[in-house]
């Protein structure tokens, strides 16, 4: 096992030492930490599960296509995986966006929306440093190094953009049933 390997696993297992932490936590207090959504943003956040379902079903029988013989030249299984999930876990997100199912109704958004920036530009600077380091397509593959930050960068950026652009329509319609 390489250094990498290690680094990803051992980061993988303090991500989700941390979550847990935090979900304990959030369990424990009733008004705190705990995100409470009303009923039709429950039911908007089940469509979109269904959608993001569906998303990646249509993109495991891409992949198994690919797997049968019908395969891009740049890219490998595992990257191409990651690629679903990436995309269905974005298909989740703008849909819950688009129908004020992803922020909570007692917060605001600002500390959501400067973190997803946050996090996007630093998956964008991890795949730059890579991109620099090793190519963007080193013997002709995209590497799953590059591929996981422009991958989770993408929909953290897309997610981002469409929340931006949902609160501004937010705001200008309320602006609009103000003068009426």
Known sequence: MNDYAMGLGLGMIVALGVYGIFALAARRKKDGCAQQYDERQRAAQG???KAAM???MVYAGVCIAFSAGWSPA???VPTAIFFGVALSV???AVICVLRDAYFNI????????ILLGSMAAAEF???GRRIEEEGLLPDGKLRMTVGMSLA???VLAVVLVTALIKLAADKRQEARD???
């Open 178 to 180: 103000e003068e009426s």
């Open 54 to 56: 569906y998303t990646h």
């Open 125 to 127: 600077l991890v795949a």
């Open 106 to 113: 007692s917060r605001s958004p600002r500390a959501t929306l």
């Open 47 to 49: 469509k979109a599960a």
């Open 90 to 92: 974005g298909v989740y």
């Open 152 to 154: 989770c960068g993408a």
């Open 74 to 76: 740049w890219l490998d």
